[in-house]
């Protein structure tokens, strides 16, 4: 694709309920990311795929929290029985190989109410 | 754990003005320094990246440097416009793995 895709841009969910974020990176990138926005907060690394393969999934908070990638393309992140303090914007980016300028979505804006 | 901060926090200036946006970083052991632009409602747009090795990058109105001895780089926004009116980010890539450390931002108001 042009750039990189992001769906739902905006998800409200109730307190408890699992969510899923989706992510699709520019087509042939093979580093893609997830980042987390919160109001008032600097953008907070979640984690790193290069291919399928999550090298650094350090920042992932919880162990609600979880992503996967198939055939080297799209990425999910889901967040089981989410919590209030979840609510924040979640960004995607994905870069080429040996690049490291990585190229932003628009973000998903999850509120949980 | 490299810590990344950016001051002012926020800046409002005639249209006109040059202008100067500080970044700051704890850990010198950077791969590179990047400095990118976020408007309301969109995603991140990259601005300028600078390599370890490198001491500034030019686009445009834009100038970066980078003094990693000293763990500082600053942004460099030449006849400032209202279309410059944004969040300015500056993040650092770690040398060891290609995560981002973020600063919080610097909010820029061009007045007309």
Redesign the interface.
Known sequence: GAG?SQSPSNKVTEKGKDVELRCDPISGHT?L?W?RQSLG?????LI?F?GNSAP?KS?LPSDRFSAERTGGSVSTLTIQRTQQEDSAVY?C?SSSWGS????????TRLTVV | KQEVTQIPAALSVPEGENLVLNCSFTDSAIYNLQWFRQDPGKGLTSLLLIQSSQREQTSGRLNASLDKSSGRSTLYIAASQPGDSATYLCAVMGGNNRKLIWGLGTSLAVNP
């Not at chain 1, 907060?41 to 690394?45: A, P, S």
């Not at chain 1, 490291?100 to 973000?107: M, S």
């Open positions: 990189v580093a990311y980042y907060q600097g953008l907070e690394f790193y290069q650094d920042g960004l980016a490291p300028k990585a190229f932003f979505g628009q973000g």
